[in-house]
Structure formats: C-alpha cells, structure tokens
C-alpha cells in the first residue's frame, strides 16, 4: 500500500473516530457540524466530503459500525435471519431489533434517517428483503418484494425519526418494549399479507 492510500485510510479512521465520539457525547445530532469533526480529527475541512461524500454519509458508516458492534455484542440478532422461524416472524424481529437500536442510539438515528431514506438502495436498509421474498414465495415477483421492503423499512425509519411526535401526539410510546412489538408487528402484517 503506498503512502498516500495509508494517509487516506488514517484519515478516514481518524475522521470516522472523531464523528463516533462526538456523536456518543452530544445531545443532538445538529451540534456534530462537519468543522467540530474535523477539528477533532486533525485533518482539513474538506476531507469529509473527500472521503465519504457528506457528513451525513460518514454518520451512516459511523452506524454501520455501530450496527456491527451491536450484532457482535448480541450474537443472537446476528444469528435471527437464520432462526427456524417463519420469514414473516424473521422480518418483525429484524426490524423491532433495528428500530430499538435506532430509538436507543438517536442522535446517530437522525443524523443518518434523511440520508438513509434518500439514498436507499437494494443494499441501504434493505437486510429483510431476502426473508420477505421468501415469505411471498413467488407470489410476488422481485421488483414487487423490493418496493414491500423499500416500504417497510421507510416507514419504520420515519417512526423512529418521529418517535416523540407519536408518543406526544398519538400516546404511541416506542421506546417502551411491548408497544414497539405491538406496533411493528401489525406494521408487518399490514404489509405481508
């Protein structure tokens, strides 16, 4: 690996370690500006947009990474899209276990949701696409199997984004276990019929 490629894998590094800091000890995800990062990291102004293309998609692998220690400290999310159950039981328990992890880490949440929900691809947010493609089993073909996840996923990103707003406006507390349940099941029912 020559000189310059190690320089921009330390920046990168650096730039992923000061964004993941400041963002496990800010209030609101707002306060964590590109020039806070930077100057954290060492490094020139520019190089956020130079390495990951926005503040925001860095805060999207700062997720990604938090995603991955949250499946190596909890084997058992790993392990749920190979459980023996049902695809349609697989899909609730991926995305009640994906939306905890967002309400209980929200200032990453809203930081990444715009941009997740802007730039969702086949491979941005689509992990139960595959169990939802299966629960169909051919009764819906591929493109329809995506727009359900496309769907899916969207809406429960919107929850959490919205999460206060629910529980002020409609009494719908997601941060309580059993309501959080409660609410993505019936989302998932709605939408695997």
């Known amino acids: ?9 330390a920046t ?34 520019a190089m956020i947009n130079y390495c990951f293309g926005s503040r925001e998609a860095l ?4 997720f990604k990474q938090l995603l991955a220690d949250a499946q190596a400290a909890n084997p058992e ?3 749920l899209m190979c459980a023996q159950l049902t695809p349609k039981e697989r ?9 905890k992890m967002m309400i209980a880490h929200f200032s990453y949440s809203k930081a990444i949701t715009k941009y997740i929900l802007l730039n969702r691809t086949n491979g941005i947010g689509m992990e139960s696409l595959p169990c939802i493609t299966e629960h169909f089993g051919g009764r ?15 809406l429960h990103e919107l929850a959490v984004l919205r999460h ?21 099941r019936e989302t998932v029912d709605r939408y695997l019929d």
């Open 1 to 9: 690996m020559g000189a310059k490629k190690r320089d921009l894998e």
């Open 12 to 45: 990168k590094k650096a730039l992923l370690g000061a964004a993941k800091e400041l963002m496990t000890s800010c209030e609101d995800s707002d306060e964590v500006t590109s020039r806070a990062i930077t100057a954290k990291a060492g490094v020139n102004l």
């Open 59 to 62: 805060f999207y692998e700062v």
């Open 77 to 79: 999310l790993a392990a």
């Open 91 to 99: 899909v609730a328990k991926l995305h009640f276990s994906m939306m």
């Open 140 to 154: 819906k073909n591929e493109r329809e199997c995506s727009l359900i996840a496309f769907e899916l996923s969207s």
């Open 164 to 184: 206060r707003e629910l529980k002020e406006y409609y009494g719908l507390d997601l941060t309580d276990d059993a309501v959080l349940e409660k609410y993505v």
